[in-house]
C-alpha cells in the first residue's frame, strides 16, 4: 500500500507556523516511504475563508521549500481539492448516515443551546448536547422540515463504553464515550463541519496516515465512529505534541509572532525556518543541527518525534538563520537574497513615492525610511506620553487597533483608515491624535511618511508585531481591561467586508 499524508489548512487567517509544522512531518514522512503528500483546503467556513488567505498559505509553505503531488493548484486523481467544492459528496454521505440511524436532524435554536450550556456550566457538567431532537419521530421530523425550520445533522454517539485511539506515537489512548459529544456533521447551510469532511476527504482520498496536532486526540473518537458506520478501515493515526511559548504555554500570535509571512518579511531565510522546525519536530539529524530539507526526510521516522512540547525559541531560530547567512551563502548569494528580501523594483519604487514629498537632499532617505527594513523598534513609554491623549488610553487604543486590524480581509491603507475613524469614534478622541501613538509603534517616531501607507508597505504580519511590542513596553492589557475593551470598534461590518 502506497503511503499518503496531507495537510489540511483552514483559509481563515495568516499562514501559521504550527501549519508548517505539521506539512514538514506529514511531508518528511510520506517521502520517507515513497509516498504522496496532499495538500486539501478547508474552506467550509464561509464567514471567515478567504481566497487571499489561501493564496498566502500556498505562498507560505512554497517559500519554506514544502511541495505537494495534488492539491488545489495543481489537480489530481482524488479532486477537488477544497471542500467548499464537494458538498454534494458531503450531502450523500449525510444522507447514508441517516438511513442507518447513525445520525439525526437537530432543530435546537441558538437560543436553546446557549441555556442549556449556561445550565450545565452552574452543574458543574461539562458542555454537550443533551440528545433532545435524537428522540423526534420520523414523521415530527419531516413536517417540521417541510415547515422550513432550519437544522443541523448530529451524530449517534454510543452512551456507554470506551474508545480505544490507537496512537502510532503515543499508544493507546482510552476516552469513554460519555465524554464525547454528539457533534453536528452537516450545518444548517449545508456545509459539513470538519469532523464529517474530514473523515470523507481523507478515505476517498486515500490518506494512510493521518499525522496531526495533539488537540484533535479528543475528536478521535468521533471520527473513528464514522469510519466504523461507514463500514471503512480508519488510516494510521498520529497525533504531535503542540509547538510552545518559551512559559510553555500554547504558541499564540499574542505572545509570538506566529504567522509565516512574518518570518518572510523579517528577512529569515526559508531553509533556515525549515530547519528550525525539523528541529522542533525530531531534533539534530546525526548530530548536527543545521541539515538540509533531504538529509531531514533520509533518517526521519515518528519514533524521532519527541512527546514533550516543543518550545517555538525564536533567539535558536536567530542563531539558526545567522548560522545560515554566514556558512550558506556566499556574497554574491547574500546580496540577492538582501534584493529579494527589502529592495525589489515595486516595494522600492512605492517607498520612494511616499519619501520624495518629504525630502530635501537623497541621503535623509536613511532616517526617515530606515523603519521600513528593520525588525524590531526601540523606544521607550516616555515616548508615548507626550501627545494629547493618556497612557492608559493608549493602551486601549493600541489593543483595540491590533484586534481590529487582525479582521481586516482586504490589508490596503483606505481600508485601514476606515478603521482607524471607526475605533477613533468609538473611543471618543480625535482621529489626529489617535494615530499619533501609532506613528511611534510602527515608524518609532511621532512624525513620518503617511502611517496608513506605510504600514499598508509594512504588512500586517510587521505592523502586528510591532503594536504587541508597543504594548510590551507600555503594559499588557489585563483580563479585566480586556473584557471592558472587547466590543469597541467591532459593531461596523466594514471590517470584515
Known sequence: MKVR????????????????????VNYAFAKRHGGDFLLRVEDTDRARSTPESERAILHSLRWLGIDWDEGPDKGGPHGPYRQSERA???????????????????????????????????????????????????????????????????????SEGVCVVDDARRGPIEIAWSDVDMQVLMKSDGLPTYHLANVVDDHLMEITHVIRGEEWVSSAPKHLLLYSYFGWTPPVIAHLPLLRNPDKS?????????????????????????????????????????????????????ERISLGGPVFDVPKLDWLNGRYLRERLDTESFTERVAAWGFSPERNARIAALAQP?????????????????????????????????????????????????????????????????????????????????YIAVTGSPTSVPLYDAMEILGRDIVRERLRHALEVLGAPSKREQEEWK???????????
Not at 265 to 282: Q, S, T
Not at 488 to 495: D, F, L, R
Open 358 to 438: 518629504r525630502i530635501e537632499r537623497l541621503s535623509d532617505m536613511g532616517n526617515l525610511l530606515a523603519f521600513f527594513f528593520a525588525g524590531r523598534l526601540s523606544y521607550d513609554a516616555a515616548l508615548f506620553a507626550s501627545g494629547k491623549i493618556e497612557i492608559a488610553t493608549v493602551r486601549k487604543a493600541i489593543a483595540v487597533v491590533q484586534r481590529e486590524l487582525d479582521l481586516l480581509r482586504t490589508w490596503e491603507s483606505a481600508g485601514i483608515d476606515a478603521l482607524f475613524r471607526r475605533v477613533a469614534e468609538a473611543i471618543e478622541i480625535k482621529v489626529r491624535d489617535l494615530t499619533r501613538p501609532f
Open 250 to 302: 500554547k504558541l499564540s500570535k499574542r505572545k509570538n509572532p506566529t504567522s509565516i509571512s512574518f518570518y518572510e518579511r523579517m528577512g529569515y531565510l526559508p531553509e533556515a525556518v525549515l530547519n528550525f522546525l525539523a528541529l522542533l519536530a525530531a531534533g539534530a539529524v546525526e548530530g548536527e543541527e543545521l541539515f538540509a530539507l533531504a538529509a531531514f526526510v533520509e533518517h526521519f521516522s515518528l
Open 88 to 158: 454534494a459528496i458531503y450531502r450523500e454521505h449525510v444522507e447514508r448516515l441517516l438511513a442507518d440511524g447513525h445520525a439525526f436532524p437537530c432543530f435546537c435554536t441558538p437560543s436553546r443551546l446557549d441555556d442549556l450550556r449556561v445550565a450545565q456550566r452552574a452543574a458543574g457538567q461539562p458542555s454537550r448536547y443533551d440528545g433532545l431532537c435524537r428522540g423526534l419521530t420520523p414523521d415530527e421530523v419531516a413536517r417540521r422540515k417541510a415547515s422550513g425550520e432550519p437544522f443541523v445533522v448530529r451524530l449517534v454517539v454510543p
Open 487 to 497: 466590543n469597541i470598534g467591532t459593531a461596523s461590518v466594514e471590517i470584515t467586508a
Open 5 to 24: 499524508t496531507r495537510v489540511a489548512p483552514s483559509p481563515t487567517g495568516d499562514p501559521h507556523v504550527g501549519t508548517a509544522y505539521v506539512a514538514l
